[in-house]
């Protein structure tokens, strides 16, 4: 009696469907490109970066969490940064250099750093030569150097790889690998996390031959504008910030990058001798 019901129970319900209706089952929707996906997410950003913007938003609001760097501390782990972004000459950009967040922001042409003790020496450093003719050059606006079109076209160069889904803090991501044609290390990719939802980052890794580092994007927002405070923050007070000159910040910034990048090779160097890479 068991197996009679069970082979008349789809007869049943075949009767009572209706008759030129049969039952068909949707194929689930084709996954986007991976270049696709890559495009959508950055072309807010490339809008804002244009000379002639045709989007609603004018400026861009980042927080970010430090998850994981085998170049980093372990302290410096769970760092918070950001980059606040208005063009075409405001920006504040909190960042880890030299075991600490360190601050830089820039309005117009006036620039100030923070903390002002890991940033004194540095900057007495620069001002020790004069400053070349380039130096004193006003800094340039925070545009793209190329039109739109060209930027796009040079856009196909870039190689883009689907590395599949995933779900980050309840949002479904698709994942795309991406590694630029002038990249200097022949293994190094970075991974970027798209939400499906809203197109926005998620999560950014940078795997290399001798290093990775993974970051997660606790929000991200285009907007028409930012408020005068965020580039005047509360959470940097003034007695921790050190002025800059505009004809000191280009070299300033170059000297902290090539400390930066030799912190991070020596870094890397003693855990790989000490048996701790990957």
């Not at 410096?76 to 972004?85: D, F, P």
């Not at 504040?92 to 967040?101: E, G, K, N």
């Not at 360190?102 to 309005?107: A, D, G, L, P």
């Amino acid at each position: 009696m068991v197996r009679f019901r069970s082979l008349l129970t789809p007869v049943l319900l075949a009767a009572l469907l209706p008759a030129g209706n049969p039952v068909t089952l949707a194929e689930p929707p084709a996954p986007p490109a991976p270049r696709d996906t890559l495009r959508k997410t950055m072309e807010p950003l490339i809008d804002i970066l244009s000379r002639d913007p045709v989007g609603p938003s004018r400026a861009l609001a980042l927080r970010a969490t430090v998850t994981d760097s085998s170049a980093q501390k372990p302290e410096m782990i769970g760092s918070h940064l950001s980059l606040y972004l208005q063009p075409s000459d405001k920006a504040l950009f909190q960042f880890l250099a030299l075991d600490s967040v360190v601050t830089v922001c820039r309005q117009g042409q006036t620039f100030w750093v923070a903390p002002a003790a890991l940033w004194q020496p540095l900057l007495a450093q620069v001002e020790a030569k004069p400053p070349t003719k380039a130096d004193k050059e006003p800094i340039a606006p925070v545009r793209l150097k190329v039109p739109v079109s060209l930027f796009w076209l040079l856009f196909r160069l870039v190689s883009v790889k689907d590395a599949g889904v995933g779900e980050l803090n309840g949002a479904a991501c698709h994942k795309v690998d991406v590694k630029p044609p002038d990249s200097d290390d022949p293994k190094g990719y970075m991974r970027l996390w798209v939400r499906d939802d809203t197109h926005a980052p998620a999560r950014l890794e940078w795997h290399g031959t001798d290093s990775h580092s993974t970051i997660t994007v606790d929000d991200a927002k285009f907007v028409a504008a930012l408020p005068p405070e965020t580039f005047d923050p509360p959470g940097v007070p003034a007695e921790t910030r050190l002025s800059v000159p505009a004809d000191r910040f280009r070299p300033l910034m170059e000297l902290i990058g090539k400390k930066e990048e030799a912190r991070r090779k020596q870094m890397l160097k003693a855990t790989k001798e000490a048996g701790g890479g990957r």
